[in-house]
């Protein structure tokens, strides 16, 4: 009898055994898709804070490169006035040698300063002859002008200037008028 008893229990063993490893089987898938939740959770988190980083470098670098357009614009529009002066200084009449020594020094330190502002990305305004557009001129005179055409720039007071598409300054002209 005892063996019939140890038998038994063997097969009660064997099939607690079983059964136990069916349970932990199924307590593991469970905490498998769990783990796949979790890790598909975590992947879409990484591509979320990787978008928002790509867009916060964007936006950065745009923030600087316009701050530098900025500054570049603020010392570009202390240095036309300068501009000015020499151009009216070209202007004047040579009279005599040392006059004309006087005009070629002018003449290379305005080559010399435009070849700055170009470098920079300055640009003058080419007015005459242009059709008035307010956003690049600005009108002081309006003048009867016959063979022009109504709005055409005839004259150029002040130069204006671009930095890229940016207006710096726009251009003091002389607008003829159409024939009434």
Known sequence: MNDKHT???????DQAETAGATAA???????QTEAERQRDDYYERLLRK?????????????ERQAL???????????LLPLVDDLERALQAEAGS?????????VELI???LTDVLRKR???PIEAVGSDFDPHYHQAVVHEAAPGRRDGEVIEEFRRGYLLGERLLRPSMVKVAKGDA
């Open 7 to 13: 038998d038994i229990e063997e097969t009660f063993a």
């Open 25 to 31: 089987t199924d307590a593991a898938e469970p905490a």
């Open 50 to 62: 990787t978008a928002e980083f790509d867009n916060y470098r964007r936006r950065t670098e745009r």
């Open 68 to 78: 530098a357009e900025a500054a570049a614009a603020d010392l570009i529009e202390e």
């Open 97 to 105: 040698e040392g006059a004309e020594a006087y005009r070629r020094g």
């Open 110 to 112: 305005h080559r010399q």
């Open 121 to 123: 990305g300055v640009r």
